[in-house]
């Protein structure tokens, strides 16, 4: 079926470091991808999106490339902040029920 | 605010106890859904609702039941809470075309002892 694995955490990064969380998928079909981020005590919110192959999503500084040809829809940023520090999950939309199927989040800790 | 409603934030229930968690959106979404989260597994579809008077079950549906009772409201009950059903809930909805992917509610943190 339809997955997505992304990069187990926890990831710790001092401000003004590089990040990337790599995430990879498994689809029978051309499935929308997305990046959640779900700040500490609160719900998930949309971060960036990208429908189709070689799209790429930006959004707060960070960006993510659909690469068809790996799979692949890693997360960057170039220089972290504190207000970064969250949850990030890896999802992809498929199928005439729009499920979303969600990688297992990541969760990222800034340190000033 | 337009978005997803979610009561209540927090609940503790005792084991066998029945509970219904409520979802409201106000966004004229055809398409809802009730997720449960848990720690490093990410989110778990338990129900959904694809448009107004039907529902389906996902991936975790056991112990649970849902009701769409208009094209607002989608809950979700608990007929009989179990401590397996201690979690994070979280309800989302979505517009037609998916491009946007969902809109998430706050949350509600269950705790069953």
């Known amino acids: 079926g339809d997955s997505v694995t992304q990069m187990e955490g926890p990831v710790t990064l001092s401000e003004e470091a590089c990040l990337t969380i790599?995430?990879?998928?498994?689809?029978?079909?051309?499935?929308?991808l997305f990046w959640y981020v779900q700040y500490p005590g609160e719900g998930l919110q949309l971060l960036l999106k990208?429908?189709?192959?070689?799209d790429k999503g930006s959004n707060k500084g960070f960006e993510a490339t659909y690469r068809k040809e790996t799979t692949s829809f890693h997360l960057e940023k170039g220089s972290v902040q504190v207000s970064d520090s969250a949850v990030y999950f890896c999802?992809?939309?498929?199928?005439?029920?729009?499920?979303?199927?969600f990688g297992a989040g990541t969760t990222v800790t800034v340190r000033a | 605010n337009a978005g997803v409603t979610q009561t209540p934030k927090f609940q503790v229930l005792k084991t066998g106890q029945s509970m219904t968690l409520q979802c409201a959106q106000d966004?004229?979404?055809?398409?809802m859904y009730w997720y449960r989260q848990d720690p490093g597994m990410g989110l778990r579809l338990i129900y959904y609702?694809?448009?107004?008077?039907?529902?389906d079950k996902g991936e975790v549906p056991n112990g649970y039941n849902v009701s769409r009772l208009n094209k607002r409201e989608f809950s979700l009950r608990l007929e009989s809470a179990a401590p397996s059903q201690t979690s994070v809930y979280f309800c989302?909805?979505?517009?037609?075309?998916?491009?946007?992917?969902?809109?998430f509610g706050s949350g509600t943190r269950l705790t069953v002892v």
């Open positions: 989302a909805s979505m517009e037609g075309t998916a491009r946007d992917g969902y809109t």
């Open positions: 790599n995430c990879t998928y498994t689809a029978t079909g051309y499935p929308s």
């Open positions: 990208a429908t189709k192959a070689d």
């Open positions: 966004m004229n979404h055809n398409s």
């Open positions: 609702s694809a448009s107004e008077g039907t529902t």
């Open positions: 999802a992809l939309l498929l199928g005439v029920d729009y499920k979303l199927s």
